[in-house]
């Protein structure tokens, strides 16, 4: 059986039902889609009866209404679904849903930014450590698919200008030495997997400058399988002529008994 996956930081949910989302996701037919920066609730927009054929989960926001926000559909119902880390310094803003299914857990995150300030900064790391402590106790029982907007390029590669974004929240050393630390602990970047080092793909361009009619993006959103199952890969892609956010969807194909 091939799993077809799908992420994307809709950048506003409601927003991107009016610029095609329905259309692509006809034409993207997949069988688990993880939807980040959802900015609503789920009565806002229809809930299951929005989509023939899913079933939906969503994590929105609780701290401040309009902001965050997770959202997953599924072809596949799961086993179990859990909204939030187990850490309660880390709930609230609608961040993660995790599905279990029978052959792994899934994850759908939006990893916090760390643009604002230190304190958010700190934030974002403490968030890094619980989700990686979290997979790892999950992970004793089966494999690990994660998926969603990291908020940080991994590598030079993974962004136009490398060098000019040094001191810059999501691609600081600090930042990129907890995804090191996260691939040493055996998770494997399905994109680099399948096409080594290609250059100039990426996945998020700012809406200033014209920058995504240039390709000066950066590449932070991403599907990690833990390593039991990278032979399992059998394609990851990012569909970047895809419009209506400042992301684009990633996706994953897994060959599963």
Request: a neutral charge; proline letters at 4%; charged letters at 25%.
């Amino acid at each position: 059986m091939i799993l077809r996956m799908h992420s994307w930081n809709v950048n506003g949910f409601r927003a991107v039902l009016g610029k095609g989302f329905r259309d692509w996701l006809d034409r993207a037919a997949p069988d688990v889609l993880g939807l980040q920066e959802v900015k609503a609730e789920e009565g806002q927009v229809g809930g299951d009866r929005l989509f023939g054929g899913y079933h939906c989960y969503w994590n929105a926001a609780r701290s401040k209404k309009g902001y965050s926000g997770t959202a997953c559909y599924s072809r596949l119902e799961p086993l179990a679904v859990q909204r939030g880390l187990p850490d309660t310094r880390f709930q609230g803003e609608g961040r993660v849903i995790r599905l279990e299914f029978e052959k792994f857990h899934y994850f759908n995150i939006y990893f916090p930014n760390g643009q604002m300030s230190q304190d958010r900064l700190d934030y974002k790391l403490g968030f890094y450590d619980a989700f990686l402590a979290h997979a790892q106790e999950l992970r004793r029982d089966k494999p690990i698919v994660v998926c969603g907007d990291f908020n940080t390029a991994h590598r030079e590669i993974d962004l136009k200008n490398p060098k000019a974004n040094e001191k810059t929240s999501g691609f600081l050393p600090i930042e990129r030495a907890w995804m090191d630390r996260f691939v040493a602990h055996g998770y494997v970047d399905t994109f680099r997997h399948c096409h080594g080092d290609v250059e100039d793909a990426y996945s998020w361009w700012t809406y200033r400058f014209g920058a995504r009619s240039r390709n000066v993006g950066w590449r932070i959103d991403y599907f990690f399988v833990s390593e039991e199952l990278s032979s399992a890969v059998r394609d990851a892609w990012i569909e970047a002529d895809v419009p209506g956010s400042d992301h684009c969807p990633v996706g994953l194909a897994l060959e599963l008994p």
